[in-house]
């Protein structure tokens, strides 16, 4: 089998057997190296993407084996999860033994020969945002990073999944990776989104409806011509929630809006392979007779802005709703959960989300921290200042985002409004020792988890759009931004 990222080369089915197959079982059935057993395949992977909080743990017990990367073009490192993002920052972080992970990662990459995105690299940044804006992920390609998010990436029509680090080392030294079928799920979303809804609030009204194990099993195609409206990074969006929803990963067929975003990107086919590259691309769609294991459909109206109120991802309301009474969550809630939540959160049943008071603002993460995410939230901000006693924080997802807003002016937006401009990474998306939220304090935010501490001791967590963090950092509360003009 021919290992290529820019074609789809491999074990293919014969022709007369083709009816009935989903975009998923073409991308599988080309990059099936072996059959291990009924229920798992050997799956060629096209693509590795390491960050330094685990990319150094894998790269060190490898060498420890005495093993090479076998595939070093097809491998990249970037510094996303430990780093500091403070203007002028080092090495040196507040996360405890960070330094240490940026500096292992740093030596054990370039000792493999692969490709390292380092503090002061153009092209460094989150993962799941500089991957698609290179051009690293490709249509009908497979893809795997030790992050849990890197469903993000089926947006671009590639299938593309978390894996862990004993699993990252397999792959850095075989280019496969044994891997246990999914069950298929089809989301189709008709119809077209109100004014001021977003990919983000779609995939928290899909937490709302199904819950936190709707997509358990589940490789989560979804189609529709809601779908097909979105812009290539509102599809990131959506797809990168999808581990919240319990899937194995989320993909979206590509069309011509994916084919003129890879278009003259770094690491995509150039002009002398980007015709056969496309003709390949185009064929990668769910047949007509497709069948899945499980199917929904949503009514696009029936989507409004969201906001999390609770301590998990599926606990979200719409914006203009209360909390609820256990009453309206029990199919999906256990009362322990439900219990919990509230006195975690400090809250009370039938109280408006409108209007909880706020401590502090992010807006960042690999789910909204792109171009599109930053002028959104900008245009809400604009000749606005954030109210008395609120901390706000803006985080480009790459430097490559953070050098366009600052070529559009969108960095001074967000400094006029009082919020602080960051260099890119993950930062307080997740609290791992380093900086964090205050104790207890109540934060909007357009990061993707909302569990207990997961951005600083006991820190109350309401997720929502770049839109809805921007508008309630003016008020100071949690704000409808359909009210901004």
Same mark, same amino acid.
């Given at each position: 089998?021919?290992?290529?990222?820019?074609?789809?080369?491999?074990?293919?089915?014969?022709?007369?057997?083709?009816?009935?197959?989903?975009?998923?079982?073409?991308?599988?059935?080309?990059?099936?190296?072996?059959?291990?057993?009924?229920?798992?395949?050997?799956?060629?992977?096209?693509?590795?993407?390491?960050?330094?909080?685990?990319?150094?743990?894998?790269?060190?017990?490898?060498?420890?084996?005495?093993?090479?990367?076998?595939?070093?073009?097809?491998?990249?490192?970037?510094?996303?999860?430990?780093?500091?993002?403070?203007?002028?920052?080092?090495?040196?972080?507040?996360?405890?033994?960070?330094?240490?992970?940026?500096?292992?990662?740093?030596?054990?990459?370039?000792?493999?020969?692969?490709?390292?995105?380092?503090?002061?690299?153009?092209?460094?940044?989150?993962?799941?945002?500089?991957?698609?804006?290179?051009?690293? /992920? #490709?249509?009908?390609? +497979? &893809?795997?990073?030790?992050?849990?998010? =890197?469903?993000?990436?089926?947006?671009? *029509?590639? !299938? @593309?999944?978390?894996?862990?680090?004993?699993?990252?080392?397999? /792959? #850095?030294?075989?280019? +496969? &990776?044994?891997?246990?079928?999914?069950? =298929?799920?089809?989301?189709?979303?008709? *119809?077209? !989104? @109100?004014?001021?809804?977003?990919?983000?609030?779609?995939?928290?009204? #899909?937490?709302?409806?199904?819950?936190?194990?709707?997509?358990?099993?589940?490789?989560?195609?979804?189609?529709?011509?809601?779908? @097909?409206?979105?812009?290539?990074?509102?599809?990131?969006?959506?797809?990168?929630?999808?581990?919240?929803?319990?899937?194995?990963?989320?993909?979206?067929?590509?069309?011509?809006?994916?084919?003129?975003?890879?278009?003259?990107?770094?690491?995509?086919?150039?002009?002398?392979?980007?015709?056969?590259?496309?003709?390949?691309?185009?064929?990668?769609?769910?047949?007509?007779?497709?069948?899945?294991?499980?199917?929904?459909?949503?009514?696009?109206?029936?989507?409004?802005?969201?906001?999390?109120?609770?301590?998990?991802?599926?606990?979200?309301?719409?914006?203009?709703?209360?909390?609820?009474?256990?009453?309206?969550?029990?199919?999906?809630?256990?009362?322990?959960?439900?219990?919990?939540?509230?006195?975690?959160?400090?809250?009370?049943?039938?109280?408006?989300?409108?209007?909880?008071?706020?401590?502090?603002?992010?807006?960042?993460?690999?789910?909204?921290?792109?171009?599109?995410?930053?002028?959104?939230?900008?245009?809400?901000?604009?000749?606005?200042?954030?109210?008395?006693?609120?901390?706000?924080?803006?985080?480009?997802?790459?430097?490559?985002?953070?050098?366009?807003?600052?070529?559009?002016?969108?960095?001074?937006?967000?400094?006029?409004?009082?919020?602080?401009?960051?260099?890119?990474?993950?930062?307080?998306?997740?609290?791992?020792?380093?900086?964090?939220?205050?104790?207890?304090?109540?934060?909007?935010?357009?990061?993707?988890?909302?569990?207990?501490?997961?951005?600083?001791?006991?820190?109350?967590?309401?997720?929502?759009?770049?839109?809805?963090?921007?508008?309630?950092?003016?008020?100071?509360?949690?704000?409808?931004?359909?009210?901004?003009?």
């Amino acid at each position: 089998m021919e290992h290529s990222a820019g074609k789809l080369i491999g074990k293919e089915t014969a022709p007369g057997n083709r009816a009935g197959r989903t975009l998923f079982d073409k991308i599988w059935t080309i990059h099936q190296a072996a059959e291990i057993n009924s229920e798992t395949d050997l799956i060629l992977i096209d693509r590795v993407l390491l960050h330094e909080r685990t990319g150094a743990i894998a790269l060190k017990s490898l060498a420890a084996a005495g093993r090479e990367v076998l595939a070093p073009s097809q491998a990249f490192v970037t510094m996303d999860h430990v780093v500091d993002t403070l203007p002028g920052r080092t090495d040196a972080t507040s996360m405890p033994t960070g330094t240490d992970f940026i500096v292992a990662t740093r030596e054990f990459a370039t000792r493999a020969g692969i490709t390292l995105f380092d503090l002061g690299d153009p092209d460094q940044g989150i993962g799941h945002v500089i991957s698609p804006e290179l051009g690293i /992920v #490709l249509p009908g390609t +497979t &893809l795997v990073c030790p992050d849990s998010h =890197t469903c993000s990436q089926g947006a671009l *029509g590639a !299938l @593309a999944w978390g894996i862990g680090s004993t699993a990252a080392e397999h /792959v #850095l030294a075989t280019s +496969t &990776l044994r891997v246990k079928r999914p069950r =298929t799920m089809r989301i189709t979303i008709d *119809g077209v !989104l @109100a004014a001021g809804v977003t990919a983000k609030d779609l995939a928290l009204y #899909l937490l709302h409806r199904f819950g936190s194990a709707g997509g358990a099993g589940h490789i989560v195609e979804y189609a529709g011509t809601a779908v @097909a409206a979105l812009d290539v990074e509102a599809r990131l969006t959506l797809c990168n929630m999808a581990t919240e929803f319990g899937a194995f990963s989320a993909i979206i067929a590509p069309d011509d809006k994916v084919f003129t975003f890879l278009k003259g990107r770094r690491y995509a086919p150039g002009d002398a392979d980007w015709d056969a590259a496309m003709a390949s691309w185009k064929e990668l769609r769910s047949d007509e007779d497709a069948t899945f294991d499980a199917e929904h459909r949503i009514d696009a109206a029936e989507v409004t802005p969201m906001v999390t109120w609770g301590i998990s991802p599926q606990q979200a309301v719409p914006l203009d709703a209360s909390i609820p009474h256990f009453a309206d969550v029990s199919a999906r809630d256990p009362r322990e959960l439900y219990d919990r939540a509230l006195a975690y959160m400090d809250i009370a049943p039938a109280k408006p989300m409108i209007g909880l008071p706020i401590d502090a603002a992010f807006i960042g993460s690999c789910t909204n921290s792109r171009i599109s995410d930053l002028r959104r939230a900008a245009a809400i901000l604009a000749g606005r200042k954030i109210a008395p006693g609120v901390t706000a924080i803006c985080v480009p997802g790459s430097t490559r985002v953070r050098k366009q807003a600052q070529d559009e002016g969108l960095d001074q937006i967000f400094l006029d409004a009082g919020f602080e401009w960051r260099e890119s990474g993950c930062s307080m998306c997740f609290y791992a020792g380093g900086e964090s939220f205050g104790h207890r304090q109540r934060v909007i935010s357009s990061t993707n988890r909302n569990f207990e501490s997961r951005q600083g001791p006991e820190t109350r967590t309401h997720l929502a759009s770049p839109e809805t963090v921007a508008a309630s950092a003016v008020m100071g509360a949690i704000a409808d931004p359909r009210g901004f003009a």
